[in-house]
């Protein structure tokens, strides 16, 4: 199966609304592999914009650590409740009157995580097909992003960022789960079609570290929203 992404060669990319689906921005995801930066993302665009942040459930989250020591065993307990915490997010969003910024997608569950575990035999057949009828109904009730901001990231950066923020749950990861997740990524995003996407190069671009990088990321962000006005 080809993995390839049309966009690989870009160190950024977006791709705008016509101009009659145009709209008021009010709920910004962030997507990308473990280790990506999205958090540090969400962060600093919140502040920047004003904009309200919905972060990943991962400190209360009461199966994380278990799935990292044993995932065969908390697979499907993880993915539940992760869809369960998002789909809640997203309502909030869309019942809200402000712009939010999300950490993470509940697409990139659904499209990524499960299917990965079931093909690595984390998840069994009947565990997946539950999880997957229970997505398609969820979101069926629920709009995709006003804007998706992809953040690619290649499996050393991952790495030096999983490694620096010094989780030990973490701990566990493989490299092969990495790359596996990272193809994934690199396939939804190819095809993705639900509205507006902004890829940025995290790989070239420390916005946490230097201004001038945050800046170059603040530009494309600009394009998009201006935009969608």
């Keep these: 199966m080809e993995d390839r992404d049309t966009h690989s060669n870009n160190s950024s990319y977006f791709q ?15 997507a990308g ?41 908390w697979s499907f307990h993880l993915q539940i409740y992760f869809l369960n915490s998002r789909y809640r997010q997203i309502l909030d969003i869309l019942n809200g009157d402000r712009t939010i910024i999300q950490d993470r997608t509940i697409y990139e569950d659904a499209r990524i995580f499960a299917p990965n575990l079931y093909e690595m035999g984390l998840m069994s057949k009947r565990d997946f097909d539950n999880y997957d009828t229970l997505f398609e109904i969820m979101t069926g009730q629920i709009n995709a992003p006003d804007i998706l901001i992809y953040l ?62 945050f800046g170059q990321v603040i530009e494309l962000v600009d394009a998009q929203l201006h935009g969608l006005f």
């Design 33 to 73: 592999n473990i280790g990506a930066g999205k958090t540090t993302l969400c962060e600093k665009l919140g502040q920047h914009y004003k904009w309200d942040v919905q972060y990943e459930d991962v400190a209360d989250n009461p199966y994380l650590n278990d799935f990292y020591h044993d995932m065969n065993r």
């Design 152 to 213: 690619r990231a290649s499996i050393s950066t991952l790495v030096s960022h999983i490694h620096s923020r010094g989780r030990d749950y973490e701990g566990n990861m493989s490299l092969d789960y990495l790359k596996r997740l990272n193809k994934k990524y690199e396939k939804w995003i190819a095809s993705y079609k639900a509205g507006p996407l902004l890829i940025i190069d995290g790989d070239n671009l420390d916005f946490h570290n230097r201004p001038e990088d």
């Design 16 to 30: 705008p609304l016509n101009m009659k689906d145009r709209i008021k921005p009010k709920y910004i995801a962030v």
